[in-house]
């Protein structure tokens, strides 16, 4: 007796997961940019951590800033940023509650000296790695 496995296949209703390469640029100054390796599911973001590169400027050029971005909560919508060992500094990222898309925004919100600064990023390309 022979037994045929046949492949099956996902109901409708199931939710796509997939890994991304996200592209963003600063609105103010899109020489700004930064880079983010995420899993997404159903379109929105399903990553506890998220690794990252930013070209920033340092008060005197661009500078390329490897860091890791790691999810306040279960909602996976707000992450911290760290950028370093020993990082001191307070940066959030928040996302909207809703699949990516290219032209979507990002709200960066930094503190620094008790004082809070929020900056603007722009998805410029979302790509699907496993494509």
Same mark, same amino acid.
């Given at each position: 007796?022979?037994?045929?496995? %046949? &492949?099956?296949?996902?109901? $409708?209703?199931?939710?796509?997961?997939?890994?991304?390469?996200?592209?963003?640029? #600063?609105? +103010?100054?899109?020489?700004?940019?930064?880079?983010?390796?995420?899993?997404?599911?159903?379109?929105?973001?399903?990553?506890?951590?998220?690794?990252?590169?930013?070209?920033?400027?340092?008060?005197?050029?661009?500078?390329? %800033? &490897?860091?890791?971005?790691? $999810?306040?909560?279960?909602s996976l919508l707000?992450?911290e940023g760290e950028?370093? #060992?020993? +990082?001191?500094?307070?940066v959030r990222f928040?996302?909207?509650?809703?699949?990516?898309?290219?032209?979507?925004?990002?709200?960066?919100?930094?503190?620094?000296?008790?004082?809070?600064?929020?900056?603007?990023?722009?998805?410029?390309?979302?790509?699907?790695?496993?494509?």
């Amino acid at each position: 007796m022979s037994t045929t496995i %046949q &492949p099956t296949v996902a109901p $409708a209703s199931a939710v796509y997961k997939t890994a991304v390469k996200i592209d963003l640029a #600063y609105v +103010d100054d899109e020489t700004q940019k930064m880079r983010i390796h995420a899993i997404v599911s159903g379109g929105k973001l399903a990553s506890p951590e998220m690794y990252c590169h930013l070209v920033e400027w340092n008060g005197e050029q661009n500078e390329l %800033q &490897p860091g890791i971005l790691t $999810a306040e909560d279960d909602s996976l919508l707000k992450y911290e940023g760290e950028w370093g #060992y020993g +990082d001191k500094s307070d940066v959030r990222f928040e996302f909207l509650d809703r699949p990516l898309s290219v032209g979507q925004e990002v709200l960066r919100v930094d503190v620094m000296s008790g004082e809070r600064h929020e900056y603007t990023y722009r998805i410029v390309d979302i790509t699907d790695l496993l494509k």
